[in-house]
């Protein structure tokens, strides 16, 4: 078991002691690895080729030494210009049996291919219709890059499952397949769309498939076909829902209310936008969703969006929605086209595409007020990445058009100061080879703006400039070398700024040279959006991947004074029975109020306190049994400590 194989886009890795070190045994991307059920000294990894950067070659490896020395197999499956995935499956009952879905340029099925000899020799089965299609398999395209599941039945080695956006099944050896899934409920119940793994549970046989909805289990999985669906048939597998409990879904945007009501508003991968009214959650418009805006003033009205830039407004809390139009140029939306409300001027809207459009009625009428050059590297005017209006002057708007590195394209910045009757290009001295993911406008200061960027580029992180945009300056100081996905100031606090990166969230004082990272408590996540409410002194936060997270605002006012006392206070037995012993080690920490909260794993308040003493006995908290978290908070102290309550 000290033995570990990885792989990625920099190639694949052996560690022969638990992960303490790592020899690199192939350059070349990798997407997949699978073990012989039997041998596990016998390894297939698959590699593969991305389209966009012209980079790896797409085939079929072996090991039999459990990945020292690998040999390319003879597959025939291209290894360029064709290609790009490849998904492994082996039979569990016949390892001889290996299954590989290939996916072509497009996202959708190149060909299903097939090895009865362990590797030796294969063919190419199916390729007759597209398994990566969103509907009945005739139209051309796919997410297979993104999505894709493969499992040979647990004990029938001619039987095969393959999921894309639909599942599909054969039972002849992949040599035909049929309907399993649809991700509408037109043919009935299914699961939902875009499938990432299928697996089965070994001894129970139980079938576990992970969708963008989720986890979803059968005990049995039942083939269709597409005559019996249309003629009213329904999908016949019985699915169990598996997700009650699961604190893990994917955000890209959130916003909130800014009044006492407290409501939120924030686009999740694939499932909508989900939007709380001040009691509960519903979900609203659909899709991806996107970038989105709460009005401040009418508590029944907001604009939510879903990929590309399809917008919806509700004015009755979210019960109906209808469309609103502002690509008044049917221009090409980013993925997540940014939006934002100009809360000076109530109803006073932007959102960019190629251009940015405005909209002064509440989102009833657009016009556009740029006209960008057109970049002669790329095929259309690229799409704008995030956008900025300043708090102080509404005339100053910040506009960042993304990097396409496909076309050679380069990032661009521009500024207008006249509400957008001229713009100037001020991205000199700000990086653009990396993508802009968001820029920010000092709260009183309409020339003091940031920038953050994405990638890994080493010390490239966040971008200040005080003329404008004319000159730039470095601060990303010493931040990790992860993501940057969104830069704010923090409100009335004389643009102290905090980011949200791939790793939690940091804080950097006005002044300072050392950002202060403000994660104590948060999961290992990327953090993808930051959102103030300053009537109820609350900061949010999405992540993409463990939903949304709250807290105090005055736990970044005071971010620059605070120590995590790891050593000075403890918490006695970590493992207990709901009593436990909090000691605090210095008795000069008591001078200022420590307030206790304990959360549990849903982020859920359980119980709150002020420690007043150096030993404080809790008893009969009547917890459940499960994860918590004593989050001790003064103005000048943070700490929080995991315990189990068995």
């Known amino acids: 078991s000290n033995k570990l194989l990885a792989c990625g886009v920099s190639g694949l890795y052996l560690s022969n002691n638990a992960g303490t070190n790592w020899s690199k045994i192939m350059d070349t991307l990798c997407w997949d690895l699978q073990f012989d059920p039997i041998d596990p000294n016998i390894v297939y990894a698959a590699s593969g080729w991305v389209m966009a950067l012209n980079e790896g070659y797409s085939g079929i490896y072996k090991s039999t030494d459990f990945g020292t020395t690998w040999s390319l197999l003879n597959t025939n499956i291209p290894p360029r210009d064709s290609v790009q995935r490849i998904k492994l499956a082996i039979s569990p009952t016949d390892p001889n049996y290996i299954y590989a879905a290939a996916v072509n340029t497009e996202g959708g099925l190149y060909g299903v291919y097939k090895s009865t000899n362990a590797g030796n020799s294969w063919n190419m089965v199916f390729n007759s219709i597209n398994l990566f299609d969103w509907d009945q398999g005739n139209n051309t395209g796919g997410q297979g890059n993104y999505d894709l599941g493969l499992l040979v039945n647990a004990t029938n080695k001619d039987i095969l499952y393959i999921g894309g956006i639909n599942m599909w099944g054969s039972t002849d ?10 991700w509408t409920f037109n043919y009935g119940a299914s699961v939902h769309a875009d499938i990432h793994s299928i ?11 992970c969708s963008d909805g989720g986890l979803n289990k059968t005990n049995s999985f039942m083939i269709s076909n597409w005559d019996d669906l249309t003629n009213g048939t329904q ?5 169990q829902n598996m997700n009650d409990g699961l604190q893990v ?10 009044n006492t009501v407290g409501r939120l508003l924030a686009g999740a991968q694939d499932n909508g936008s989900f939007y709380f009214d001040g009691y509960s959650w519903n979900t609203v418009i659909g899709g991806d969703g996107m970038d989105n805006y709460l009005n401040p003033f009418d508590d029944q009205s907001f604009i939510g969006s879903s990929q590309y830039g399809y917008f919806a407004r509700s004015d009755d809390g979210g019960n109906s929605a209808f469309g609103i139009s502002p690509n008044v140029n049917a221009e090409t939306g980013e993925w997540t086209t940014p939006f934002i409300a100009d809360y000076n001027n109530p109803g006073t809207y932007y959102a960019g595409f190629a251009n940015v459009v405005k909209s002064v009625d509440d989102g009833y009428s657009w016009s556009a007020i740029s006209n960008f050059p057109q970049n002669t590297n790329a095929p259309y005017n690229t799409e704008i990445s995030a956008i900025a209006v300043s708090n102080s002057n509404s005339n100053y708007i910040y506009v960042c058009k993304r990097v396409h590195y496909e076309y050679n394209t380069p990032g661009e910045i521009y500024k207008t100061t006249d509400g957008g009757v001229s713009w100037i290009n001020i991205t000199g001295g700000a990086p653009d080879s990396l993508y802009y993911t968001s820029i920010e406008v000092s709260e009183n200061d309409p020339d003091l703006i940031f920038l953050s960027v994405a990638g890994m580029s080493t010390g490239n992180k966040v971008f200040k400039s005080v003329n404008g945009g004319q000159a730039w300056t470095n601060i ?27 790793l939690g969230v940091y804080v950097l004082e006005n002044g300072s040279t050392i950002w202060v990272n403000q994660s104590v408590g948060l999961p290992n996540v990327i953090v993808s959006d930051i959102e103030f409410n300053i009537p109820l002194n609350k900061v949010y936060i999405s992540t993409f991947g463990r939903g949304i997270w709250g807290t105090d605002l005055d736990a970044f006012v005071a971010a620059k004074n605070s120590t995590i ?14 009593e436990f012993t909090l000691s605090i080690q210095d008795e000069k920490d008591l001078k200022d109020k420590i307030q206790l909260e304990i959360l549990n794993i849903k982020g859920q308040q359980m119980y709150s306190a002020e420690i007043t003493k150096k030993i404080t006995k809790f ?20 700490n929080v400590i995991r315990f189990i309550v068995e």
Do not use: H
Not at 235 to 239: E, G, M, Q
């Open 249 to 258: 879904t994917s955000f890209y945007r959130i916003s909130s209310s800014k």
């Open 173 to 182: 050896g992949g040599y035909s397949f049929n309907p399993m899934s649809y």
């Open 619 to 638: 008893e009969n908290l009547n917890f459940k049994s499960g994860l918590y978290f004593a989050k001790l908070r003064s103005s000048k102290t943070i």
């Open 476 to 502: 990303s100081y010493n931040l990790p070398n992860i993501p940057v996905n969104c830069v704010k100031y923090i409100p009335g606090q004389a643009n102290k700024i905090i980011v949200a990166t791939d």
């Open 199 to 209: 697996d089965c549970q070994p001894g129970s046989n139980a079938i576990f498939v």
């Open 235 to 239: 999908f016949p597998t019985v699915w």
């Open 565 to 578: 006392l790891d050593n000075k206070i403890t918490l006695f037995p970590t493992v207990n029975n709901g």
